[in-house]
């Protein structure tokens, strides 16, 4: 079992820079792969960034390549999105979630998610 509370989200100009932070309990956090998902009003969720147990692959959203880097500490079993250059169009709840596959794509390959955290920036 893995439980997960992301934080850091928040109210942020266009042009900003917001980092965002995921905590896992218990002692097999370094077993899964991480991923970043969001989900703004009236759309699907989506993959923003994921990483595999050993950050050593790294996998990206084509809308925010290039501006956001996701990155681990399995010492503190904690997952990050740096999130830079943000826009309007990054506003959404932004989840993060752990799955025992290598670094999935898909939101359904994912096992256990948080309650997510509010992300808006305005123009």
């Known amino acids: 079992q893995v439980q997960l509370v992301e934080s850091g989200g928040g109210s942020m100009q266009d042009g900003g820079s917001l980092r965002l932070s995921c905590a896992a309990s218990?002692?097999?956090?370094?077993?899964?792969?991480m991923g970043w998902f969001r989900q703004a009003p009236g759309k699907e969720r989506e993959l923003t960034a994921v990483?595999?147990?050993?950050?050593?692959?790294?996998y990206y959203g084509d809308s925010v390549k290039g501006r956001f880097t996701i990155s681990r500490d399995n010492a503190k079993n904690t997952v990050y999105l740096e999130m830079n250059s943000l826009k309007a169009e990054d506003t959404a709840v932004y989840y993060c979630?752990?799955?025992?596959?290598?670094?999935?794509?898909?939101?359904?390959?994912?096992?256990?998610w948080g309650q997510g955290t509010q992300v808006t920036v305005s123009s």
């Open positions: 990483i595999n147990w050993s950050g050593t692959l790294t």
């Open positions: 979630a752990a799955s025992i596959f290598t670094a999935p794509r898909i939101a359904p390959e994912y096992e256990y």
């Open positions: 218990g002692r097999t956090f370094s077993r899964y792969a």
